[in-house]
Every structure is written in C-alpha cells, then in structure tokens.
C-alpha cells in the first residue's frame, strides 16, 4: 500500500472528510497506519452541512490527542489556505528551521482533495469533478511556503462493514451510482430526512403533510414532479434520481447525514457484530477439529 509505504516521512497527515457524513467518509485504515502522526481533519463542502452538526463533529474529533479540525467550503478560500498555517502549529520544531513541512492529503473519492490542492497551490494541479475515482496516481507538490503536499488517489476501504455508512456514502455520491440500487438508497435518504429535516423535505416538495412511509415520500415528490408512469404509477426510479442529486446538490438546504451520537451508537453496534463474527467462526472451527 502506497500510503503505508510512504508515512514514515510525512510529518503530518491531511485527512479530507465530507463535512456531511465524517464518520462514514473516514478511512478506518488511516487511522491505524497514523499511530501518533499528527492529523488534521479537513471537513470539506462544509457549505453543504448543518452547521451546528458540524460543530458538533469539530468538538468530537478535536478532543483525540494530535488532531485538529477545519471546517471549510470552495466559497472561502482563504478559509482553506488557513491550513498550511495549521501544519506549521503542529510542527512548530520544523517551521523554526529551514527544512521543509511534508505533509499527505488523504481521503475516499469525491470527498473533495483535488479542489483543496488547487486551492492550496493557487493554480490547478489536481482534475476535480462530482465523478468518484478522478485522482489516478500519486502527486507531490512543493507550495514554495514550507509546506510539501503528497496526494494519493482515492481510497474507499475493501468492505463497507457498517451499511449504514454504505447508504450515506452512496447518497453524497462518494460510490458510484452503478453500486447500489436508486430506490434503496433514496428511500434511506428520504427516511432520515423524515426525522432529521422533515421542514426542509416538505418545503422543497411543496409537501402539505408527510406520509407515513419512505416509500410514501418518493411517490408523493413523483406526483409533484410528474415522474408518472402510464395508468399514472410513479417512476420511483426516476423520483430517486431526482432526490439524489438535488441532496448532492444542496437544493434542499444544509443538511447532515450524521451526528457524533449516531457514530458512537453505530461503532458499539459493529464491535458486537464482529464478536459474534468471531465467536461463531471459533465454534465452527471447534466443530470442526472435535469432528476429525
């Protein structure tokens, strides 16, 4: 793994997290392989978050020793150039001398790294896009500031254990389209936006009252957008479209697919999954060598 080979001489790590979903959008394998580096967590397309969510979430994660936190967004770029001052604090031995800062950013796809380069840099380096996987190789760029920038393409762990974060990560388009079906998603986005922004869901469809089902959501948004099928059925493939890309999109207002609380109740839930794993992959094996 490139990013393992390489960490033995950054001095601190740059880790990119959709500002909408951090706990599903962080690469547990990066927190492994830092140890005790110094890391800033760059909240990315923060413009798109519930800002008191995001507080929230720079609270939670600023309290984990070597961590520090910036909320940023592409409408302020002065905000995001604060980060090479960041790394300067936290390596406050080097930027007293001559040698330079290096630094790795990291981050799953589409989460917002290449548009952070450009900033950074002042010109375009990085290819950026709302498409996952834009990033192919690896790149290093001097700032002529101190500071040294490695980027690595964009890296989505092997496998998605908790689903719920598979569900949010497919809803800000961090995984492509193709992996998962429309309507499952959508009505997993639709359900938490019932709980979490029921007002922003009613305003933006022109809802008088919200049905009592997910589903019952996406067909009362393809009658108002005519995603009618004949005999008048709703196309709930194409009112999942739409729901989609209008979140991605903003349209619907700054929302926030998670909450720190959420994260810790999700994290205790997969620690249970992953014993129970184990426990019946042991017994299976004790079966097994009594059965020889």
Known sequence: MKIREALPGVDVLIEVLD????????????????GNKPCIKVLSKSDLADTD???EWQQYM????????????????????????????MMPDKNAGVKN????????PNVGKSTLINT????????????????????RINLNNGIVLSDTPGVLWPNVENINSGYRLAITGAIRDTAMEYLDVACFASGYLMQAYPRQLMRRYQLDELPGSALEVLESIGR????????G?????????????????????????????????????????????AEKKAARKEKWKNSR
């Open 19 to 34: 500002a909408r979903i951090p706990f599903s959008s962080q690469n547990p394998m990066i927190e492994q392989l830092r």
């Open 53 to 55: 969510i995001t507080r």
């Open 62 to 89: 600023d309290a984990v020793k070597g961590v520090k936190t910036i909320a940023i967004s592409p409408d302020d770029p002065e905000k995001t150039r604060q980060i090479t001052e960041l790394c300067r604090k």
């Open 101 to 108: 800062i290096h630094t790795m950013i990291v981050g799953i």
């Open 120 to 139: 950074l840099a002042g010109r375009t380096i990085a290819k950026t896009g709302n498409e996952p996987a834009i990033t192919k190789s690896q790149q």
């Open 224 to 231: 108002r957008r005519g995603c009618l099928r004949s005999g």
């Open 233 to 277: 059925k709703v196309d709930l493939e194409r009112v999942s479209k739409i729901l989609l890309h209008e979140i991605r999109a903003g349209a619907l207002g700054p929302i926030s697919l998670e909450t720190p609380a959420m994260a810790e109740t999700e994290s205790a839930e997969l620690i249970k999954i992953r014993q129970q794993k």
